[in-house]
C-alpha cells in the first residue's frame, strides 16, 4: 500500500498553489471527479516533477480511500455472511422444531383419535352395560313386588291356619278328654259320639292334608325365592365388577387427560418459542382442549353410571332383605308342618283308640242278649246257677248240663276276652 505506481499519462493539468501549506486542489473537474486532494508538495507552474509527485500522491490518495471502502465492505460482507450463516442456522432450527412439532402433532392427533375411538366403544359399552342393568332393575323391582305380595299372602294363610290349627287342637283335645272321661265312668259306647268323632278325624285329616298342600306350596315358593335371591347376587356382582371396570376407565381417562395437559403445555411452550409454527400449534393444542373437554364430559357420564349401578346395589341389598324375609316365613311353615304332623299323630291316636272301642264293642256284641260288660257278667252268673240247677237234676239233665258247662267255658273265654280287651282299653 506505501508503494507508488508511477501514472505518467495521467493529466491532472491545472493545479493551484496554496501558500503555507503542501495542499494541492485539482481544479480540473474532467481529469478527477475529487475536487480536492489532501497532500501532496508546492509546484511552480511548469515544475513537471511537482505535478508528477502531487499526481503521485493523489493516486496513493485514491488508492487509500478505494483500500479503505473496500475493507469496509469486506467487513460488512463478513457481517452480512456471519448474519446469513445465523439466519441459516435459525432456519434449520425453527425447521427441525417445526418438522417435531408437526410430528408431535400427528401423535397427538393419533392419540386423540385413538382416544375417541376408545370413548365411542366405552359409551357403547356403558350405553349396553346401562341398558342391562336397567332391564335387570326393572325385573328385579317387579319380581320383589311379587315376591312382596306373595309373602304376605303365604304370612296370612298361615297366620290363619295356625289358628285354626290351635284352635281345632283345643277343641279336639276337650272333647277328646270328655269323652274318655265319660266312657271310664260309665263304660258305655256311643255310636253317635263314635260317629262325630270319626267325622272331627276325618276333618282334621282334611286340614292337615291342606296344610301339608299349603306348605308344599310355601316351599315352592321360597325356592323360588331362593332363585331370585342367587339371580340377584348374581347380578350385583357383575354390577360391582361393571363399577370396578367404569372406575379403571375413568381413572385412566384422569391420567390421560393430565398426560394431554401436560403434552399441549409443552406444545405451547415450543410454539411459542417457534414463531414461524405458532399458528399451527395453538390449533392443535385448541383440539386438545376440545379432546379433554370431552373426556371430562365423558368422565362425568362414568360418575353418572357409577352412582346409578351403587343405587342398584342398594335395591339388590333391597332384594336380600326380601330374601331374609321369604326365610322366615319359610321358618314358620316349617312350625306349621311340625304342628300338622303333631295334629295328624294326635288323630292317628284317637283313631286307634276308636278302634280299640269298636274292637270291644264287636265283641260284647257277640254275646246275644248283652249290650256292656255288666251284663255280660250278669250272663255269666245266670249260667252258673242254671248249671248248678241241672246239676241238681236227673241225667237227662246232665247232657244238657254238659252243653251248658261246655257254653259256659265258651261264655268264659269270650268273658276272658273281652275282659282282656277292657283292660286295654281302659
Same mark, same amino acid.
Given at each position: 500500500? $506505501? !508503494?507508488t505506481v508511477p501514472i505518467p499519462s495521467m493529466n491532472l493539468g491545472g493545479v493551484n498553489q496554496s501558500g503555507g501549506g503542501g495542499v494541492a486542489l485539482v481544479s480540473n473537474p474532467v481529469a478527477s471527479p475529487l475536487r480536492e486532494i489532501q497532500g501532496g508538495v508546492r509546484a511552480l507552474p511548469g515544475d513537471v516533477d511537482a505535478d508528477l509527485v502531487n499526481s503521485y500522491e493523489s493516486v496513493n490518495l485514491v488508492r487509500s480511500d478505494l483500500i479503505r471502502e473496500f475493507e469496509a465492505r469486506g467487513e460488512a460482507l463478513i457481517a452480512l455472511r456471519r448474519d446469513n450463516e445465523a439466519a441459516n442456522e435459525a432456519l434449520s432450527?425453527?425447521?427441525e422444531a417445526a418438522a *417435531?412439532? !408437526?410430528?408431535e402433532c400427528a *401423535?397427538?392427533? /393419533? !392419540?386423540? $383419535?385413538?382416544m375417541e375411538r376408545q370413548r365411542r366403544a366405552h359409551a357403547q359399552e356403558k350405553a349396553s352395560i346401562a341398558a342391562?342393568? $336397567? /332391564?335387570a332393575l326393572e325385573s328385579a323391582a317387579r319380581q320383589y313386588a311379587e315376591l312382596e305380595a306373595t309373602l304376605a299372602k303365604i304370612s296370612a294363610e298361615r297366620n290363619k291356619s295356625e289358628t285354626k290349627n290351635a284352635e281345632l287342637e283345643a277343641a279336639m283335645t276337650a272333647k277328646e278328654a270328655s269323652v274318655l272321661e265319660q266312657r271310664a265312668v !260309665?263304660?258305655?259306647?256311643d255310636a253317635s259320639t263314635t260317629a262325630k268323632l270319626r267325622a272331627r278325624i276325618a276333618e282334621l285329616e282334611a286340614d292337615v292334608g291342606t296344610l301339608g298342600a299349603d306348605l308344599r306350596e310355601a316351599e315352592l315358593k321360597a325356592a323360588s325365592a331362593e332363585s331370585v335371591r342367587l339371580d340377584l347376587e348374581r347380578r350385583v356382582a357383575q354390577s360391582r365388577d361393571a363399577i370396578g371396570e367404569m372406575e379403571a376407565a375413568v381413572s385412566r381417562a384422569e391420567r390421560t387427560a393430565h398426560e394431554t395437559r401436560a403434552a399441549a403445555a409443552q406444545a405451547m411452550a415450543e410454539a411459542a418459542s417457534n414463531a414461524g409454527a405458532a399458528a399451527g400449534v395453538k390449533e392443535r393444542v385448541r383440539e386438545l382442549e376440545l379432546s379433554l373437554n370431552a373426556m371430562r364430559d365423558a368422565a362425568k357420564r362414568d360418575a353418572e353410571l357409577v352412582k346409578r349401578a351403587k343405587g342398584l346395589e342398594t335395591r339388590a341389598g333391597l332384594a336380600v332383605e326380601a330374601e331374609e324375609r321369604a326365610k322366615g316365613l319359610e321358618a314358620r311353615a316349617t312350625r306349621a308342618e311340625a304342628r300338622a304332623s303333631e /295334629?295328624?299323630?294326635a288323630s292317628r291316636a284317637n283313631a286307634s283308640q276308636l278302634a280299640e272301642r269298636e274292637a270291644w264293642r264287636a265283641a260284647v256284641a257277640r254275646v246275644p242278649g248283652c249290650a256292656t260288660p255288666g251284663d255280660v257278667a250278669d250272663r255269666v252268673v245266670r249260667l252258673e246257677r242254671e248249671l248248678a240247677q241241672a246239676i241238681a237234676k236227673d241225667g237227662e239233665m246232665a247232657a244238657r248240663c254238659a252243653a251248658t258247662a261246655s257254653?259256659?267255658?265258651?261264655?268264659r273265654s269270650r268273658v276272658g276276652e273281652m275282659e282282656a280287651e277292657l283292660v286295654t282299653a281302659k
Amino acid at each position: 500500500e $506505501d !508503494a507508488t505506481v508511477p501514472i505518467p499519462s495521467m493529466n491532472l493539468g491545472g493545479v493551484n498553489q496554496s501558500g503555507g501549506g503542501g495542499v494541492a486542489l485539482v481544479s480540473n473537474p474532467v481529469a478527477s471527479p475529487l475536487r480536492e486532494i489532501q497532500g501532496g508538495v508546492r509546484a511552480l507552474p511548469g515544475d513537471v516533477d511537482a505535478d508528477l509527485v502531487n499526481s503521485y500522491e493523489s493516486v496513493n490518495l485514491v488508492r487509500s480511500d478505494l483500500i479503505r471502502e473496500f475493507e469496509a465492505r469486506g467487513e460488512a460482507l463478513i457481517a452480512l455472511r456471519r448474519d446469513n450463516e445465523a439466519a441459516n442456522e435459525a432456519l434449520s432450527l425453527a425447521e427441525e422444531a417445526a418438522a *417435531r412439532s !408437526a410430528g408431535e402433532c400427528a *401423535r397427538w392427533k /393419533a !392419540a386423540k $383419535d385413538e382416544m375417541e375411538r376408545q370413548r365411542r366403544a366405552h359409551a357403547q359399552e356403558k350405553a349396553s352395560i346401562a341398558a342391562e342393568h $336397567d /332391564a335387570a332393575l326393572e325385573s328385579a323391582a317387579r319380581q320383589y313386588a311379587e315376591l312382596e305380595a306373595t309373602l304376605a299372602k303365604i304370612s296370612a294363610e298361615r297366620n290363619k291356619s295356625e289358628t285354626k290349627n290351635a284352635e281345632l287342637e283345643a277343641a279336639m283335645t276337650a272333647k277328646e278328654a270328655s269323652v274318655l272321661e265319660q266312657r271310664a265312668v !260309665a263304660g258305655t259306647h256311643d255310636a253317635s259320639t263314635t260317629a262325630k268323632l270319626r267325622a272331627r278325624i276325618a276333618e282334621l285329616e282334611a286340614d292337615v292334608g291342606t296344610l301339608g298342600a299349603d306348605l308344599r306350596e310355601a316351599e315352592l315358593k321360597a325356592a323360588s325365592a331362593e332363585s331370585v335371591r342367587l339371580d340377584l347376587e348374581r347380578r350385583v356382582a357383575q354390577s360391582r365388577d361393571a363399577i370396578g371396570e367404569m372406575e379403571a376407565a375413568v381413572s385412566r381417562a384422569e391420567r390421560t387427560a393430565h398426560e394431554t395437559r401436560a403434552a399441549a403445555a409443552q406444545a405451547m411452550a415450543e410454539a411459542a418459542s417457534n414463531a414461524g409454527a405458532a399458528a399451527g400449534v395453538k390449533e392443535r393444542v385448541r383440539e386438545l382442549e376440545l379432546s379433554l373437554n370431552a373426556m371430562r364430559d365423558a368422565a362425568k357420564r362414568d360418575a353418572e353410571l357409577v352412582k346409578r349401578a351403587k343405587g342398584l346395589e342398594t335395591r339388590a341389598g333391597l332384594a336380600v332383605e326380601a330374601e331374609e324375609r321369604a326365610k322366615g316365613l319359610e321358618a314358620r311353615a316349617t312350625r306349621a308342618e311340625a304342628r300338622a304332623s303333631e /295334629a295328624e299323630t294326635a288323630s292317628r291316636a284317637n283313631a286307634s283308640q276308636l278302634a280299640e272301642r269298636e274292637a270291644w264293642r264287636a265283641a260284647v256284641a257277640r254275646v246275644p242278649g248283652c249290650a256292656t260288660p255288666g251284663d255280660v257278667a250278669d250272663r255269666v252268673v245266670r249260667l252258673e246257677r242254671e248249671l248248678a240247677q241241672a246239676i241238681a237234676k236227673d241225667g237227662e239233665m246232665a247232657a244238657r248240663c254238659a252243653a251248658t258247662a261246655s257254653e259256659l267255658c265258651t261264655e268264659r273265654s269270650r268273658v276272658g276276652e273281652m275282659e282282656a280287651e277292657l283292660v286295654t282299653a281302659k
